[in-house]
C-alpha cells in the first residue's frame, strides 16, 4: 500500500524537527500540501489550455475582459490591475493575443490617448469553448470532497488569502 500525501508531509515535518529542533517547522504541513496541489492544478489547466492554443496568461487575459461584460474592454492599467501583473507584463500578453487575433488594442476618441483592450470576436468565441472545459477541469481535481469539506475549504482559503494580502507581505508596486 502506497503512502498518503499527507503521510509523505508528515515525514518531512518529522525530518526538520529532528535536524533542526530549534525552528518551528509546523507550517510546512498547510504551506506544502498548497504547494503540491497548486502544482497539480496548474499542470490540470494547462492541460487543458494546451488544447486550445492557450496558456493561463491567456486565460487571464481573456476571463477578465469577459467579466467585464459588454463591450468586453479595459484599459491597459484596469487590465493590469484585475491580472495582478506588471504594466509590462501586460504589454506583452497583449501582444501575442493580438497577433493571435484574440484581442485588439482601440484608442478612444477624440483625442486616442487612452488605450483599451478589447476581445475580439475570434477572442470571445475561443474564451467561451474554453471555459466550460477549464471548470470541468477544476471540478475534477474536487471531486472527492463532500459539499461541507468544499464549503469549509473555501472559507479556511479565502481566510488566509485575507490575512496575507492584508498583511506586511502584501506590498505590491504601485503600478498594480
Known amino acids: 500500500m502506497n503512502a498518503s500525501s499527507g503521510d509523505e508531509v508528515d515525514a518531512v515535518v518529522s525530518a526538520w ?69 506588471t504594466p509590462g507584463a501586460t504589454t506583452q500578453r497583449v501582444q501575442s493575443m493580438e497577433r493571435a487575433g484574440l484581442v485588439e488594442r482601440v484608442r478612444e476618441e477624440p483625442d486616442r490617448r487612452t488605450v483599451h483592450v478589447q476581445l475580439t470576436a475570434s477572442g470571445l468565441r475561443r474564451l467561451d469553448e474554453v471555459f466550460a472545459d477549464v471548470v470541468a477541469a477544476d471540478e475534477s481535481l474536487l471531486a472527492g470532497l463532500t459539499p461541507a469539506q468544499r464549503s469549509g475549504l473555501e472559507d479556511v482559503l479565502r481566510g488566509w488569502l485575507d490575512v496575507v494580502q492584508a498583511g506586511p507581505l502584501a506590498e505590491r508596486p504601485e503600478s498594480l
Open 17 to 85: 524537527r529532528r535536524e533542526r529542533p530549534d525552528v518551528d517547522v509546523s507550517s510546512i504541513g498547510i504551506v506544502v500540501p498548497v504547494l503540491r496541489l497548486a502544482t497539480l492544478v496548474a499542470e490540470r489547466r494547462a492541460g487543458v489550455l494546451g488544447t486550445y492554443g492557450l496558456d493561463q496568461s491567456h486565460l487571464d487575459v481573456l476571463g477578465v475582459l469577459r467579466r467585464s461584460g459588454p463591450p468586453y474592454r479595459l484599459t491597459a492599467g484596469e487590465l493590469s490591475r484585475r491580472c495582478r501583473v
